[in-house]
């Protein structure tokens, strides 16, 4: 019984490089070294490139992330500040819709100025100054 060698890189096979050599009947192992070192140098190639764009996935997805997480910041913000001046939007409406009805109001009476504070003319506020 002959003695076979073989040399083989593990994991190599999903980089599209060989990965085994071994002794045929035709060709001893001896003789592809340069075959075998040509083989490690292109499984180092591979290697690196196969690492330069796994780094290149996770910084895109980290980026990703990051924008996403900058985007629901901005709609927590936003959301914010819709709940913070709607309210007062609303109480600046009702203020102007209230300033044109005292406007007809005064308008309608003939009123030359706006009430003293305190009340109407001849109510019993105004009674109690005079």
Not at 8 to 32: C, F, Q
Not at 92 to 112: C, I, K, S, Y
Request: aromatic content about 6%.
């Amino acid at each position: 019984m002959l003695a076979s060698l073989a040399l083989e890189i593990d994991n190599a096979g999903y980089l599209g490089v060989r990965k085994r050599w071994s002794d045929t009947p035709h060709r001893k192992l001896e003789t592809m070294l340069n075959d075998v070192l040509a083989g490690f140098a292109g499984h180092a190639a591979a290697c690196k490139l196969d690492r330069a764009e796994r780094e290149k996935r996770e910084r895109e997805w980290k980026l990703q992330q990051q924008r996403a997480e900058e985007a629901r910041a901005g709609a927590a913000l936003e959301r914010a500040r819709v709940e913070f001046l709607a309210p007062r939007l609303d109480a600046f409406d009702e203020m102007v819709r209230l300033q044109r009805f005292l406007g007809r109001l005064q308008n309608a009476t003939h009123w030359p100025r706006p009430p003293e504070r305190g009340g109407l003319p001849g109510s019993p506020a105004q009674r109690h100054r005079a």
